[in-house]
């Protein structure tokens, strides 16, 4: 590899690496998200969507709330 990280200088394999090697633990037994964050990036193994429009995507749902669970309050204010 060059040290590209986009579709059209890597292979599938190399990507699969790529992401293996970036997640680091991808065996889900942390605690269990692995396989949501490996889910996550198929379309880039796949050749579908560059790393930088995958994650610019998970950003933007971050950041404005959609589709993410509501906030409930600290508990240690009351």
Known sequence: MNGSILIADTTREERERIVADSIGNISGLCDGCS??????????????????????GFRARYMSGAEGPERGGCAMGK
């Open 35 to 56: 396989p949501g964050i490996i889910e996550m990036y198929q379309d880039y193994i796949d050749g579908r969507k560059e790393l930088r429009e995958i994650n610019a």
